[in-house]
């Protein structure tokens, strides 16, 4: 029972990590119908540039800030240069796009930092709080890396509904020509929705980096289970996304508890296939066929 | 005053629209008829920006629209109802009509207009945090040309707005229209397949056939010519 406890403490934790790459994942599908598979990539990059920051001697938070700001801009840039000329395209060419960006950001890494393995620090304690002489299963950080992208979430959450910057996003990603007619200017807000969506995946990867280290294909796992998550809520839904995501958290923390750590990747990559075989239009959604 | 002058749009080597001129005058409604086909979407998809004609020139007062955008083309005042309404059923009543203003810097007059808008077709108040998917043919076409008109565009083009509408509830709302149309000043481009309703509320008609002005006229006399009404619009 106490294992138990331990195992979905984890799974919640590591399933929040993979929810903020769901959630980046579907707003960036929302606003272009396209699947950025480079979203793990340029958490990678950012997060190298964190590291960068904090060796220099700042604080982690100055790393942290950088990073997420790097985001922004890397994912606002990518919108604008490389996005908007294929998006009146065939979809494949954005897919051929977003898996060209994963190379280029994966093979340019190594060249400007080196590509080797290495730790990346955390904030707050990584090992388990104790009161009282019991342990109560949760580390600081963990508390933190739910925290961080629960209020991202919210955060997010306020923009979209509560805000007329939010209004006119949500009404490009709805119908890009109905908004363009009523003068927003569509362009600038998918430009902003990529670059939130990217701010969101380097708060992930900066959550990520201390447990799975990092290396310029530190996210690809990452980026297959938060992706995972995504599918199984339907892609459209950022409250399937995360609930999906949590629960592929949750999945394969119990496959590797139970079953042996070397098969939990493995448990991702499956819980995948079932899903794109059986319900590809995800496990929330009610709407019409998606293709795969 | 918003002037067409010789607009011929082409889509790859097929000719939608050919030397297409007409004029709306402030405070006026032109009506554009003709079968499916005959351009009338297409030009006022033109005229919104949405296509890029091969030639030809619209204004709106001083301003050429032509190669402008379409964001750009709304704030310059043209309020566009496409057809089909073009509301975004993802988004509530309220949400949809704050829609139609959201450049507007005038943060206090975008409220009045929002108002106005209510005033204009009260149902939607009542329905106003509802999603627009849940309106139904009537109330979303009210929700468009609310919508349009928060912008305070000093042209509106409608698109078909009797489609799928009963006679009633579209004698009604086309009722609203007129009234706001000498109120406003507004030029209306008011594109028909049903010549009927649109005859009964335009001052000028152009009878479009295969993106060709064919006719054009007082909407008066077209509606007293039997043989015209006959030969052109089939009633």
Known sequence: ?292 | MLEVTDLTVAYGGVIALENVSLSVPEGSITAVLGANGAGKTTLVRTISGLIKPRRGSVMLGTQQLIGRSPEVIARLGVGHVPEGHGIVSELTVDENLRLGGLWRRDRADQRVAIEEAYELFPPLRVRRSVHASNLSGGERQMLSIGRAMVARPTALLLDEPSLGLAGGLLAQIMQRLVALVTERKLSVLLIEQNARSALSVADQAVVLSLGRVELRDTAERLAGDDALRHAYLGY
């Open chain 1, 1 to 292: 029972m106490h294992l138990f406890l331990i195992y979905t403490v984890d799974g919640i934790t590591n399933g929040m990590v993979y929810a903020a790459v769901a959630l980046a994942l579907v707003m960036i599908w929302r606003a272009t119908r396209i699947i950025n598979y480079a979203q793990g990539a340029m958490a990678m990059f950012t997060t190298y540039i964190a590291l960068i920051v904090i060796r220099h001697g700042a604080p982690y938070w100055l790393g942290f800030v950088v990073a997420l700001a790097t985001g922004l801009v890397i994912g606002a840039v990518t919108e604008r240069v490389l996005v908007r000329p294929v998006e009146s395209r065939p979809p494949l060419n954005a897919v051929i796009l977003s898996l060209g960006v994963l190379i280029l950001l994966e093979a340019i890494a190594p060249m400007l930092f080196g590509g080797q393995t290495q730790s990346f620090p955390v904030p707050v304690s990584n090992t388990d709080l104790v009161v009282g002489g019991t342990s109560l299963d949760i580390s600081p950080f963990a508390l933190f890396t739910i925290g961080a992208v629960l209020v991202a979430m919210l955060l997010l959450f306020l923009v979209f509904q509560r805000t007329t910057l939010g209004l006119r996003m949500r009404a490009a990603a709805f119908n890009p020509e109905i908004a363009r007619i009523l003068g927003i200017r569509v362009g600038r807000m998918l430009t902003l929705g990529w670059g939130l969506a990217a701010l969101l995946g380097a708060l992930a990867g900066m959550l990520a980096a201390p447990s799975v280290y990092l290396y310029p294909s530190n996210m690809d796992e990452v980026l297959v289970f938060g992706f995972t998550g995504a599918i199984i809520g339907g892609l459209e839904s950022p409250v399937g996304a995360v609930a999906g995501a949590v629960g592929v958290g949750l999945a394969l923390s119990y496959v590797s508890g139970y079953v042996g750590s070397d098969l939990a990747p493995l448990g991702g990559f499956a819980i995948l296939i079932v899903v794109l075989m059986l319900r590809p239009q995800g496990l929330f959604s009610f709407g019409r066929q998606r293709q795969v």
